[in-house]
């Protein structure tokens, strides 16, 4: 079954190039995705079919028909895994950085689903679709921390229904350049595709998701009055892509290390302390997750310590 798209488009994007339009209020379909898709005769426009996405645009209603991705099923991969919590119904995973969760174009292999089909075996089989068996929530690749995978439809549909509501205890732990200001408080900001990078998540001026993080800076790194880097944990009540990066890039402090979101150079003390310490990622961790498990009602939850990277960093900042 497609799944249809509803664009309005007013007199704002007139004469505006059509694909350019429609991708600016897509966030979840590339530019790229959206001109092959126009290109196959899967984009209507008061019900009149158009397949040149370099035409004009003109207000009306438009319906993008998405197809279902392809469903490509990983191998199973013996990749050694760092369990906290397994039982029939489901398994809680430390994720190390560098990770991907699942396979996808340019990664099809060594991700987490390939090594929980190799841990997993043939319980893990369809499990919530071919191409992510299992996988009910993701974090980045180069993030690291606690993950749960669902081994049974009755544990996928259970946990999907606890994320949805916003049912799970998810605590991060992250390293700043700088220290948010206030020292703690809820950022409440939509997030949507940015609208000059299609690779990158952006606060939205308008429309995008609604994404609720909760901050509080643990400690201080440098003079007090003007923080070098800070220690911040940000517990989710949403979990958008990109959450908290997003959220701390817009308070002024984004994660230590970000390629994407981290514009603007530490001071020279974090930068060495950064290098000494080997981070190479954006210093940001998944250190606890609680939930009640969907089968059992048993309460559950787990803690992950920082990995090696990131406690030499914070031992290295301390010093500052």
């Known amino acids: 079954m497609s799944d249809p798209r509803h664009v309005a488009l007013d007199e704002t994007a007139r004469g505006e190039r059509l694909d350019k339009a429609l991708a600016g209020r897509l966030i ?13 005769g899967r984009l209507r426009r008061d019900g009149v079919v158009i397949t040149d996405g370099a035409a004009r645009a003109v207000p009306g209603d438009y319906v993008l028909d998405v197809p279902p991705p392809a469903p490509a099923a990983p191998e199973a991969e013996a990749i050694p895994l760092v369990v906290l919590f397994e039982d029939a119904h489901l398994i809680v995973i430390d994720k190390p950085a560098g990770l991907t969760m699942h396979p996808a174009p340019g990664s099809e292999t060594g991700t987490l689903v390939n090594a929980l089909l190799a841990h997993c075996g043939a319980s893990l089989s369809g499990i919530g679709g071919v191409a992510r068996p299992g996988i009910v929530h ?3 690749k180069e993030t690291s921390g606690v993950v749960v995978a669902a081994k049974s439809d009755a544990a996928h549909q259970g946990l999907s229904a606890l994320f949805a509501a916003h049912d799970i205890e998810r605590a991060y732990v992250a390293f700043t350049r700088g220290a948010p200001d206030p020292r703690r408080g809820t950022i409440e900001a939509a997030i949507a595709r940015s609208t000059h990078d299609r690779k990158k998540m952006a606060v939205a001026r308008s429309g995008g998701r609604a994404a609720l993080t909760h901050y509080r800076v643990e400690r201080l790194f440098g003079p007090e009055e003007r923080p070098l880097a800070a220690r911040v944990i940000c517990r989710l009540e949403t979990g958008r892509t990109h959450q908290i990066r997003v959220h701390l890039a817009s308070k002024g402090a984004p994660c230590l290390g970000d390629p994407v979101y981290g514009a603007g150079q530490p001071a020279a003390p974090v930068r060495a302390a950064m290098a000494e310490a080997g981070l190479a990622r954006q210093a940001l961790h998944a250190a606890i997750l609680g939930f009640v ?14 990995p090696a990277d990131m406690a030499d960093l914070e031992a290295r900042l301390a010093g500052l």
């Open 28 to 40: 979840d379909v590339s530019r790229a995705r959206l001109q092959a898709l126009i290109a196959e």
């Open 138 to 140: 993701r974090i980045d």
């Open 293 to 306: 498990h969907p089968v059992t009602g048993e309460t559950l939850r787990f803690e992950s310590p920082l």
